[in-house]
Nanobody
């Protein structure tokens, strides 16, 4: 079992930056692929970024590519999402998730989810 707790969300102006963190419980964090998803009001949850268990491989959705960076520190049981050049359309609740199988774009591939952190980008 893994428990995930996101932090770092908030209100930022367009063009600004935020760094989200996701702290995981348990001693097997390094064996999980990790992903970030987001959900805006009235929209489906969408993939943002994912990282393999070793951190060697990263994957991004088209929208945040080049602006967001996913990384992890297995020694700290933490995965990060650095978000730069934020846009109003990035406004959403951001969730981190853990997969025992693979870093994937599909939410159903993930076994554990955090409670989410709100990111609001003002224009």
């Amino acid at each position: 079992q893994v428990q995930l707790v996101e932090s770092g969300g908030g209100l930022v102006q367009a063009g600004g930056s935020l760094r989200l963190s996701c702290a995981a419980s348990g001693r097997t964090f390094s064996s999980y692929a990790m992903g970030w998803f987001r959900q805006a009001p009235g929209k489906e949850r969408e993939f943002v970024a994912a990282i393999s268990w070793s951190g060697t491989n990263t994957y991004y959705a088209d929208s945040p590519k080049g602006r967001f960076t996913i990384s992890r520190e297995n020694a700290k049981n933490t995965v990060y999402l650095q978000m730069n050049s934020l846009k109003p359309e990035d406004t959403a609740v951001y969730y981190c998730a853990a997969s025992t199988v693979v870093a994937d774009v599909q939410p159903y591939e993930y076994d554990y989810w955090g409670q989410g952190t709100q990111v609001t980008v003002s224009s």
